[in-house]
C-alpha cells in the first residue's frame, strides 16, 4: 500500500536500530518513542492522536513487561504494533444491518472524497452476497452527480432511485425519502444514499445531511474521507461528526501516496470505526478494514 511507504520505512529503521541493542536503558527507549514520534507526525497523524500514542508507549516500553522480555527490542516493536491496532480502532467492525429490511446506509463526505464510487463499490460487494441493494442520488448539488451515480449503478449492476423531472428535483430530502420508500415497495434489503458534499464544510450541506439522516433513520451513516487530505482530516472529521453523527468511517484513496496521516487519525480522534478502505477507482478495490491487518502492513 503506496500510503504507508514513507512512515513504513522509518519505524522499520528505528527497530532496525533498536533491534541492534541488546537490554534497553530509559534513554534508547525515550530515542525510539521520539523518531516514532517524528515519524507519525511527519506522515501527517493529528497531533493529538501523536502524542497520546507516544505517551502509552513509552510508559509501556519503560515497565516491566520490557525489563523482563528475553528479547526487549522485540516487545518494544509488539507494544507499538498493539497501540497502533488501538487507535486504528481495536476489532475489525462490520457493516451493520438492519433486523427489519430495508437497511438503510447513508453516505457523507466531502465533494470529491469518493462517496459516488464508495457506493457503486459496496453496492457490487453486496449484489455478490445475495443482496438486492437500491442507490439513491440524493446529490442533487453537482450537476451531474445523478448521472455519475447512474453510470456507477449500472457498472454494479444496481438500481437507482433518481429524482424524475418535476418530482423532488432540487429537494435532496424529499429525493431520500421517496428512494427509501421505494427500496420498501420494490423489495429491495439495502438502501445506499448518496448525499451532496461540498468543497468545504459548510453549515447548509450540514443541515442537508442532518435532515436526511432524520428522515431517513439510517442503520449506517458511513463517512467517506480521502486518505489524501493530510492534516485537514481531523477538522473535516470532526465537522461532519458534529454534523451528522456518522457510525463508521470509509477510507478512499489509500492506494494513493498519501503520507497516511487521516487514515491514523480519524478513528481514534472520532471514537468511530473504520469500516471499508476504498483502495482503487475501480468497483472491486473496496476492502473491509482490518486495524491489525493495516498496523502489520505499516510495521513490516
Ligand atoms: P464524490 O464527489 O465524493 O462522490 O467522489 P467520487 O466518487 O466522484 O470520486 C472523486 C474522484 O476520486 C473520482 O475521480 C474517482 O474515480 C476517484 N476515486 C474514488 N475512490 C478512489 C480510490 O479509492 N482510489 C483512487 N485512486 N481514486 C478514487
Given at each position: 500500500m503506496a500510503t504507508f511507504g514513507t512512515l513504513s520505512d522509518r519505524l522499520t529503521d528505528t527497530f532496525r536500530n533498536l533491534r541492534k541493542k541488546g537490554q534497553l536503558s530509559p534513554a534508547d527507549v525515550d530515542a525510539t518513542v521520539r523518531e516514532i514520534r517524528r515519524a507519525l507526525l511527519d506522515a501527517d497523524v493529528a497531533l493529538s492522536v501523536v502524542k497520546d500514542f507516544a505517551a502509552t508507549v513509552r510508559e509501556r516500553a519503560l515497565g516491566d513487561e520490557v525489563n523482563r522480555a528475553l528479547n526487549p527490542a522485540q516487545q518494544v516493536?509488539?507494544?507499538?504494533?498493539?497501540?497502533?491496532?488501538?487507535?486504528?480502532?481495536?476489532?475489525?467492525?462490520?457493516?451493520?444491518?438492519?433486523?427489519?429490511?430495508?437497511?438503510?446506509?447513508?453516505?457523507?463526505?466531502?465533494?470529491?472524497?469518493?462517496?459516488?464510487?464508495?457506493?457503486?463499490?459496496?453496492?457490487?460487494?453486496?449484489?455478490?452476497?445475495?443482496?438486492?441493494?437500491?442507490?439513491?442520488?440524493?446529490?442533487?448539488?453537482?450537476?451531474?452527480?445523478?448521472?455519475?451515480?447512474?453510470?456507477?449503478?449500472?457498472?454494479?449492476?444496481?438500481?437507482?432511485?433518481?429524482?424524475?423531472?418535476?418530482?423532488?428535483?432540487?429537494?435532496?430530502?424529499?429525493?431520500?425519502?421517496?428512494?427509501?420508500?421505494?427500496?420498501?415497495?420494490?423489495q429491495h434489503d439495502v438502501v445506499i444514499i448518496d448525499t451532496a458534499g461540498r468543497l468545504g464544510v459548510d453549515a447548509e450541506l450540514m443541515k442537508q445531511a442532518s435532515d436526511i439522516r432524520r428522515v431517513t433513520d439510517p442503520d449506517e451513516v458511513l463517512f467517506v474521507i480521502d486518505a489524501m487530505i493530510g492534516q485537514d482530516a481531523v477538522n473535516t472529521a470532526k465537522a461532519f461528526q458534529e454534523g451528522v453523527d456518522f457510525t463508521g468511517v470509509v477510507l478512499s484513496k489509500l492506494d494513493g501516496d498519501a503520507r497516511g496521516g487521516a487514515a491514523l487519525s480519524v478513528a481514534s480522534v472520532t471514537g468511530r470505526p473504520i469500516i471499508y478502505a476504498s483502495t482503487g477507482e475501480g468497483l472491486d478495490d473496496l476492502e473491509a478494514f482490518h486495524p491489525d491487518r493495516m498496523a502489520s502492513r505499516i510495521l513490516d
Amino acid at each position: 500500500m503506496a500510503t504507508f511507504g514513507t512512515l513504513s520505512d522509518r519505524l522499520t529503521d528505528t527497530f532496525r536500530n533498536l533491534r541492534k541493542k541488546g537490554q534497553l536503558s530509559p534513554a534508547d527507549v525515550d530515542a525510539t518513542v521520539r523518531e516514532i514520534r517524528r515519524a507519525l507526525l511527519d506522515a501527517d497523524v493529528a497531533l493529538s492522536v501523536v502524542k497520546d500514542f507516544a505517551a502509552t508507549v513509552r510508559e509501556r516500553a519503560l515497565g516491566d513487561e520490557v525489563n523482563r522480555a528475553l528479547n526487549p527490542a522485540q516487545q518494544v516493536v509488539q507494544i507499538v504494533n498493539e497501540e497502533l491496532v488501538a487507535i486504528l480502532g481495536g476489532q475489525q467492525r462490520r457493516l451493520q444491518f438492519a433486523k427489519t429490511a430495508p437497511t438503510v446506509i447513508m453516505l457523507a463526505g466531502l465533494q470529491g472524497s469518493g462517496k459516488t464510487t464508495f457506493a457503486g463499490k459496496l453496492a457490487k460487494q453486496l449484489e455478490k452476497e445475495g443482496h438486492t441493494p437500491l442507490l439513491v442520488a440524493a446529490d442533487l448539488q453537482r450537476p451531474n452527480a445523478v448521472g455519475q451515480l447512474q453510470v456507477v449503478a449500472e457498472r454494479a449492476g444496481a438500481a437507482v432511485y433518481a429524482p424524475e423531472p418535476g418530482n423532488g428535483v432540487g429537494d435532496p430530502v424529499r429525493v431520500a425519502r421517496d428512494g427509501v420508500e421505494h427500496a420498501r415497495r420494490q423489495q429491495h434489503d439495502v438502501v445506499i444514499i448518496d448525499t451532496a458534499g461540498r468543497l468545504g464544510v459548510d453549515a447548509e450541506l450540514m443541515k442537508q445531511a442532518s435532515d436526511i439522516r432524520r428522515v431517513t433513520d439510517p442503520d449506517e451513516v458511513l463517512f467517506v474521507i480521502d486518505a489524501m487530505i493530510g492534516q485537514d482530516a481531523v477538522n473535516t472529521a470532526k465537522a461532519f461528526q458534529e454534523g451528522v453523527d456518522f457510525t463508521g468511517v470509509v477510507l478512499s484513496k489509500l492506494d494513493g501516496d498519501a503520507r497516511g496521516g487521516a487514515a491514523l487519525s480519524v478513528a481514534s480522534v472520532t471514537g468511530r470505526p473504520i469500516i471499508y478502505a476504498s483502495t482503487g477507482e475501480g468497483l472491486d478495490d473496496l476492502e473491509a478494514f482490518h486495524p491489525d491487518r493495516m498496523a502489520s502492513r505499516i510495521l513490516d
